[in-house]
């Protein structure tokens, strides 16, 4: 336990709580950041660094180096402000917020707190030193004056843009670089001696040489021609150098797994559970290589046993290795179309911690006893070697448990009572996922085929079946039986939230559904269960998708974080990922700490402490939004290319959104996104109302709103700015304006001649 000091605590003689953490982490183990922290919070003052040496009494250069960069390391992550006086102090106790810099288009940006709070908006001025995905310390400057937090720079602490990929451009005999990422709104300087044989109108790669400042733009040098044009696959090329996503392995972590062999070592299989003779079968889709889950069910008097197996990858992935450190680089793997960067080598993500069939493999296993009315009543987990009896597929299962094939059930016959056991405890459990109100969105993902030369052939929807939802179903028991067993024993450890919407995007929504005809219950805080009855009372509606779609679009970001603050998608009180350590960084962290627990080892003696915790939740969470920017913008792309020798051609579709420069329009049976700008709707002035969104013609009354059906022509198709562009043609349906209430605010005035 951690040992409470009073303010005159002599820091020399006491324990470090996180001693033994430390001393297992490091050759030279230091004061922890605990201990740091609370130094600082006792002296009440800020501390040069000979002051923190003397009051821990360190005195060997090593020491003193070591504790150099953990202060730097602190710096970095938000905890400690190096002031000008060459000081640490604590970065809450000077009213300070540290968090990660998000930027947009148009210049502007938020920062998104470290501690979960609001975004705070950071004006084109403060961004000027600043690009997206930097970290940073600022102070609240005041408000803007559309209400929101106003930030102003304190310290850059972390740059994280050292290079862009964009078109070079040359105007009055000075080069630039036009990001592909359009959150970095700043173009970069190209000195002519950074040119090398680029050439105007290519698609480079530029180093940033010098971050931007208050008083000059961020200056590059081109690295590496990419070409005048994208060919296929090099969209896939600009996202991975666009978004600095690791792609190839460091040499230190290649001889590191040398070693390994494509079957389990005999020794490493001792003092674990044999479940080899255990029917558990991996179901996954057809495309699928990396297998990091299996399931088995059996009826028991009062219910069932779930066993729920995962690849145990924390016995292969040492802390503070080579393959750790990539791993945590990483965070998790990025799936583009057809093409993935694992977070793992493929000795280990498609080898040995790949629960492939007729193969054995290290587990671990929780286990659940679940009774009839499917409330988990207790649950367990333990190390195990399995090895799994199919490889089976979602369509396969599909079509034996809902369709019942007579030939797939004839393939499977040991295997079918296991799984009819779980499609009849899935049922179960999927009536008590409904009573606690979690959501189900029916949102629409889409699938692209390829032709040859990775010709776009179509874009096609993908459908969930039952089987998709029953080995849902079970990884989020599994995941919820982590969170509290984690809870239960105190231990430092990842979680999984996801916060319900704020009083703004509630008072939005609210204005969009009673427009659509429904209502949302639950005053200013609804619960899960009233966004169910909205989900459930939008089911066969035509518009339905797109009810579900501005749903789900008011809901916070789910991130990862120590802090317990439930998940509000899920009506849990905890929740936390275990299933995919394959792919997801944090779900490593989570074995590791219930390793931990089962050696039955103390809480502070865990290698990680809560601050780690904080800082591997943001990075984490950053990661996995930057994985997903990379990938949407492939896709977004990959569209764009698809309905290049579309153009001129109509087509019917669904309003998806309105602003203030037009609305955007999904085609129908091709789920493609495009704009109609304002400029081209009928002659008229519009009014763009923020809180119903819509656009209203002053003279005709003519509405567009969110689920209008039109009809649009393919006007242009943007590759580099990955945009689409439709003409309009008719309103195919218009629905009745509703009066505005009377505390609406006033309505910008945005005529058809304005532009974006």
């Known amino acids: 336990m951690t040992q409470k000091s009073p303010p005159d605590i002599d820091f020399k003689s006491t324990q470090d709580p996180y001693a033994q953490r430390e001393a297992a982490k490091y050759e030279q183990p230091i004061p922890s950041r605990e201990l740091i922290l609370h130094l600082l919070e006792q002296a009440g003052q800020p501390l040069q660094r000979k002051q923190i040496v003397e009051s821990f009494g360190l005195q060997s250069d090593a020491d003193l180096e070591a504790l150099r960069r953990r202060l730097r390391a602190m710096e970095r992550d938000g905890q400690l402000l190096f002031n000008r006086k060459q000081q640490y102090c604590l970065v809450n106790n000077q009213d300070l917020i540290a968090g990660r810099v998000l930027g947009h288009p148009d210049g502007f940006g938020f920062l998104k707190p470290d501690d979960g709070s609001a975004d705070l908006f950071l004006s084109p001025r403060e961004m000027k030193e600043l690009m997206h995905n930097d970290r940073a310390v600022v102070r609240i400057s005041g408000l803007d004056r559309k209400g929101r937090r106003e930030a102003a720079v304190v310290e850059v602490l972390e740059r994280n843009t050292h290079q ?82 690791p792609n190839e392995w460091p040499d230190k972590l290649l001889k590191e797994i040398k070693h390994l062999k494509k079957d389990v ?90 629960l492939n069939p007729d193969v054995d493999r290290l587990c671990m296993v929780c286990e659940l006893v679940i009774d009839a009315e499917g409330t988990i009543l207790r649950s367990k987990f333990f190390e195990a070697v399995m090895r799994s009896h199919a490889r089976m597929t979602y369509t396969e299962v599909a079509k034996i448990l809902v369709d019942g094939d007579a030939e797939l059930a004839k393939k499977y016959q040991p295997l079918l009572p296991h799984l009819q056991e779980l499609y009849a405890l899935y049922k179960v459990m999927r009536v008590k996922r409904e009573q606690r109100g979690a959501m189900d969105f029916e949102t629409q993902e889409t699938k692209i085929v390829f032709g040859t030369e990775r010709k776009i052939e179509q874009i096609v929807p993908v459908q969930r079946n039952d089987a998709h939802k029953l ?229 005709t009354g003519i509405t567009y709103r969110l689920g209008d059906s039109v009809k649009v ?44």
């Open 471 to 699: 080995i849902e179903e079970f990884m989020i028991s599994a995941n919820i039986a982590a969170a509290r067993y984690l809870n239960r024993k105190k231990i430092p450890r990842l979680l999984r939230i996801h916060e319900g919407p704020g009083i703004e995007k509630l008072a939005t929504l609210r204005t969009f559904l009673n427009e659509m005809g429904l209502h949302l219950g639950g005053g200013e805080e609804p619960t899960p269960l009233d966004f169910m009855a909205v989900i459930n009372a939008s089911q066969g509606r035509a518009d339905a998708h797109l009810i579900h779609t501005v749903l789900l679009r008011s809901m916070s970001q789910a991130v990862y974080s120590p802090d317990n603050k439930g998940h509000f998608g899920l009506a849990l009180e905890a929740y936390t990922h275990f299933t995919s350590p394959i792919r997801r960084y944090p779900d490593l962290l989570v074995h590791r700490a219930i390793k931990h627990c089962l050696a039955e080892k103390p809480p502070e003696t865990f290698i990680y402490g809560f601050p780690d915790m904080i800082v591997l939740g943001e990075h984490c969470s950053a990661n996995e939004r930057r994985a997903d920017e990379a990938t949407r913008d492939v896709v977004n792309w990959l569209k764009c290319e698809y309905m290049q020798d579309k153009l001129g051609e109509e087509f019917s579709g669904i309003i998806s959104a309105v602003t203030g420069f037009g609305f955007f329009v999904e085609l129908k049976d091709v789920y493609v996104e495009g704009l109609v700008h304002i400029s081209n709707l009928p002659e008229d002035y519009f009014h763009f109302d923020a809180t119903s969104r819509h656009l209203k013609g002053e003279r």
């Open 713 to 756: 022509r393919v006007a242009r198709v943007d590759l580099d700015e990955k945009k689409i562009d439709f003409d309009l043609l008719h309103t195919v349906k218009v629905k009745k304006t509703i009066p505005l209430p009377v505390s609406t605010p006033p309505k910008k005035n945005v005529k058809k001649r304005h532009k974006k």
């Open 265 to 354: 070592p005999e020794a490493a299989k001792k003092n674990r559970v044999d479940l080899r003779d255990t029917p558990l079968v991996t179901i996954d889709g057809e495309d699928a290589r990396d297998f990091d889950d299996a399931v088995f069910c059996k009826k028991t008097p009062k219910g069932w046993k779930l066993l729920v197996a995962i690849a145990d990858v924390a016995h292969y992935v040492q802390v503070s290795t080579a393959l750790d450190d990539e791993a945590k680089n990483r965070s998790t793997s990025v799936y583009f179309p057809e093409q993935v960067i694992p977070m793992l080598p493929e000795i280990l993500s498609n080898g040995l911690c790949s």
């Open 164 to 245: 862009v990929v964009g078109r070079l451009f040359s105007e009055k005999g000075f080069y630039f670089v036009v990001a592909d990422n359009k959150k970095i709104a700043q173009d970069i300087l190209i000195p002519k001696e950074g040119l090398g044989k680029a050439k105007k109108g290519q698609i480079v790669v530029a180093e940033i040489v010098q971050q931007p400042n208050q008083r000059h733009q961020p200056i590059g040098r081109v690295t590496e021609v990419l070409g005048k044009h994208l060919a296929p696959g090099m969209e896939i090329e600009v996202a991975i150098r666009s978004y600095d996503l």
